[in-house]
């Protein structure tokens, strides 16, 4: 006989014969979440001990429910009574009224009442998304009493292992137990009116998305039996070593202008950090860094990082963790080399998007995939690299899965890379949310970019028309880290902006535009629209200047086809060839092209700097004798203007901005200050959509409401479509149908060539649900290179097959199509998805 039937468990795997028991499991995520609470995290109503007391009760009480017959019977023989199975009600109730009983906190009684709830919450829905909907609908009340009744008994009848295990008498469990008048009780059952009425605030907002966090995490990785990681020693010496050795051979291609001022710019941010006293480094909270393009941020901000890491330790007596944040992932896999280079072996780097290939994540312990995917997603690592959309969306979410990591932000120094470019109509949003994370948190944010927006101050202005709670001043206060950077403005002499939108033009106007401003140099032009850059790529080609290669670039394309443009691009660069390439806003995020002139479709005056960054980006260009050149940036006005790409509000007022500088160039020593003028002048506007979220959302605690955040805009159906091109997308599409099969056995040889032979030698054909799930997870993962998306509006006159007719086994599948035989009939090459619909579709 097994030794797990005569045991109270909490976890089993009957195919490894793994268990965990019950009171085990409990004690563990309750070390494991005191373990995680950061000395950081100050909530107002909340004393230290007071939440150390809160943080080891949710830990304890969590799966209180599972002593139960019920549930026993449900994980050992699959039995299944129905509800009675379920144990996360239950412990909430029992935890409620054992903080009833024994933990009376300090403060206003009422104050005591949201935080016993919101306590509650995280228990009662740690298994299923936070909301506060439909939580007691009367419907529910009978049959949910009748459970509970059941349950109740149940748990008496386990009194010996109970009462040993939380240290209490019967008389006291009987108490804890009596948990009906509870759940009927208009204490409980009110509260989400009141906290959208009398009672709300943001802090409850903070408080529940804390102790839901570091439930979850700490219940998820005691259950996967990971351990909680130690963060290690890093010095700020790392970043100069790696420098040197990465700059050896690249010395004489760089010029040593350059090179000095990147090294005078990193020598000034680490003197501004050291130079901090002790009490501004405990109260400061947020940081900014404004520099322009190629002055090295990325390593300079990691180094004064690691600075204020040091310093933060000799305070707290603990390393925080160093969170990178970058708005795109193609940005992000460039700091990722730079950040393995600096940490080699050192250090636990993890790096997560939804395209993380973390089968190459190094793991002392050997982990098989699904254990390395939870640490990945559990941000369990030294330094962590994500991107906007994880970051921000599990901050504005009740998403159980995202809401897992949230907690690691706590007492965290988060570097946030072209923090401009969150939509306007987000940043008085983000704004209060980076300060409340400061506030509440004790989060250290360095807000990284050349064109600095007022994201504090609209934040600012939103709690204060909000009527939310004002934090105290320091928590206000930002640090330059770079307080001398005019200067690097002032010296830069490479390009200018040119405003031409006293007329709009046509792109067969535009190309005899571009023909006769050119001057048969190598130019990107970058429009709005896959429609707009698809007909001037056309007319281009069909205009085609001698010598000239033509190139185009967008989402239109898969990934990889685009990796290969880009490269392709950068060998003509690098051989002096004459290139042009015709490009959406895809240009714009992070890729290392350097140009002689520029083309921008009229658009945010944000992205209009950053086409400028595409173009004589190392300052080296010269005319025909041999002279510096200042290189044009031409922005114009293109066709129709499109609101599903930008707001049109913006784009009037880039429009009214720029026509003041109407026949003149902007010359690029004006950019910084442009950019602080065009912000001045709507800083205090509060958008609607941040209003909307913060007042009858956050501060009612209304997760709908919070929902409706979404960083990047889905503007009307999308669909994904796999394009199978070659054999490598042919093994990943085999691999996909393997796993999508629900069947018993699966072959292990299909992933051979796709997965590492030795993570394959750990797996057997009968794959668990966790190991089948992070197979998946790696296989989308790499089809993601063959993958692009469409609007559905696009596919009515060349709609793809459905994956599901690959072959006549594979299961239905999200996304369409296109089998190498019709690539003729749906994908080209060079300009990617072809339709008959010409819509548009944003990047």
């Known amino acids: 006989m097994e030794t797990w039937k005569n045991l109270v468990l909490a976890h089993l795997d009957k195919k490894t014969n793994h268990y965990q028991r019950l009171d085990v499991h409990l ?26 007391t809160i943080v080891a009760a949710i830990g304890k009480f969590h799966d209180l429910g599972k002593f139960t017959d019920f549930f026993q019977s449900y994980i050992k023989y699959d039995k299944n009574p129905g509800d009675l199975k379920n144990h996360a009600h239950i412990s909430a109730l029992v935890l409620y009224r054992y903080l009833q009983l024994s933990a009376q906190f300090d403060g206003k009684p009422e104050d005591q009442e949201v935080l016993r709830y919101l306590i509650y919450l995280a228990v009662r829905l740690h298994h299923n998304h936070l909301t506060t ?71 409850w907002y903070f408080i529940l998305l804390y102790l839901f966090s570091l439930l979850i995490d700490s219940d998820k990785l005691d259950s996967a039996q990971i351990g909680k990681r130690t963060l290690v020693e890093l010095s700020p010496e790392l970043v100069p070593e790696y420098l040197k050795k990465k700059h050896e051979h690249e010395l004489k291609k760089v010029s040593i202008g350059v090179t000095d001022q990147r090294e005078e710019a990193r020598r000034t941010l680490l003197s501004t950090v050291q130079s901090l006293t002790d009490q501004q480094v405990r109260d400061y909270r947020l940081f900014t860094l404004t520099a322009p393009t190629g002055i090295g941020k990325t390593l300079s901000s990691l180094q004064a990082a690691l600075v204020l890491r040091e310093r933060l330790k000799y305070l707290f007596g603990s390393y925080p963790r160093i969170i990178t944040a970058i708005p795109f992932i193609n940005i992000l896999q460039g700091t990722e080399s730079d950040y393995r280079g600096v940490l080699g072996e050192i250090a636990q780097l993890v790096v997560h998007h939804q395209n993380t290939d973390f089968v190459t994540i190094k793991s002392t312990e050997h982990a098989p995939l699904d254990k390395k995917l939870l640490e990945v997603e559990a941000w369990e690592g030294d330094i962590v690299l994500t991107t906007f959309v994880q970051l921000f969306q599990s901050l504005l979410s009740g998403n159980n899965r995202r809401l897992k990591k949230l907690n690691k932000l706590a007492g965290s120094i988060v570097i946030l890379d072209e923090i401009q470019s969150i939509p306007d109509k987000y940043m008085p949003l983000i704004g209060a949310c980076l300060i409340k994370l ?31 709670s004002m934090p105290k001043d320091h928590f206000l206060q930002r640090i330059e880290l770079l307080p001398d950077y005019p200067k690097y403005f002032q010296s830069l002499h490479r390009t200018k902006i040119i405003p031409l939108l006293d007329r709009k033009m046509n792109v067969s106007e535009f190309v005899d535009f571009f023909l006769e401003t050119w001057e048969q140099r190598s130019s990107v032009i970058v429009v709005n629209t896959i429609k707009q850059s698809l007909e001037l790529y056309e007319e281009l080609t069909a205009r085609k200047p001698l010598n000239t290669e033509i190139r185009y670039l967008s989402t239109n394309l898969m990934p990889k086809h685009r990796k290969k443009i880009i490269n392709e691009v950068r060998e003509l660069l690098k051989d002096e060839k004459r290139v042009v390439l015709v490009s959406t806003q895809t240009i714009e995020a992070g890729v290392d092209l350097d140009f002689d002139v520029g083309y921008r479709a009229l658009a945010p005056l944000e992205s209009i700097v950053q086409t400028a960054g595409r173009v004589n980006r190392k300052g080296e260009k010269t005319d025909e004798q041999g002279v510096s050149r200042i290189c044009p940036v031409y922005v114009v006005m293109l066709g129709e203007t499109h609101q599903h790409v930008y707001d049109l509000q913006h784009l009037d007022r880039t429009k009214h901005f720029l026509n ?11 950019y910084q200050a442009l950019i602080e003028n065009y912000y001045a002048e709507f800083s205090k506007q509060i958008a609607d959509e941040s209003k909307d979220i913060w007042v009858n959302g956050i501060m009612k605690l209304n997760f709908d409401k919070i929902q409706q955040f979404h960083l990047i805009e889905q503007v009307g159906d999308i669909a994904d479509i796999f394009v199978e091109w070659d054999e490598e997308a042919a093994r990943l599409a ?25 993570e394959i030698s750990r797996l057997d054909s009968e794959l668990s649900f966790h190991q089948r799930k992070a197979l998946l997870k790696v296989i989308t993962n790499k089809m993601g ?8 509006r696009r596919l009515r006159k060349n709609r793809p097959n459905e994956f599901e007719k690959r072959l006549p086994y594979c299961v239905e599948a999200p996304f369409y199509w296109i089998p190498k035989t019709e690539m003729k009939i749906y994908y080209n090459q060079q300009t990617g998805f072809q339709d008959e619909a010409g819509e548009a579709y944003i990047i």
């Open 785 to 792: 290179e063959y993958m692009i998306q469409i609007r559905y």
């Open 734 to 758: 085999d691999c996909y149908s393997e796993l999508k099969e629900n069947k018993k056995f699966y072959d292990l040889n299909v992933f051979k060539g796709v997965i590492p032979d030795e």
């Open 660 to 670: 003041k500088y109407s026949g003149k160039e902007i010359a690029e020593r004006d």
């Open 133 to 203: 909907e439909g939580l007691f609908l009367q419907a529910h009340i009978l049959p949910t009493i009748s459970v509970l009744r059941q349950q109740v008994a149940q748990l008496l009848k386990k009194e010996g292992p109970i009462t040993q295990l939380y240290g209490i008498d019967r008389s006291e469990l009987a108490q804890m137990l009596d948990v009906i008048p509870t759940y009927q009780s208009k204490t409980l059952t009110r509260m989400n009116q009141k906290l959208r009425d009398r009672r709300k605030h943001e802090r």
């Open 27 to 52: 004690t563990q995520t309750e070390n494991m979440a005191l373990q995680s609470l950061s000395s950081a995290v100050q909530f107002d109503i909340i004393q230290d001990q007071e939440l150390k």
């Open 438 to 468: 400061g506030e509440y948190y004790g989060t250290r944010f360095i807000l990284m970019t050349a064109t600095q927006p007022k994201i504090i101050d609209m934040g600012i202005e939103l709690l204060r028309k909000s009527e939310s």
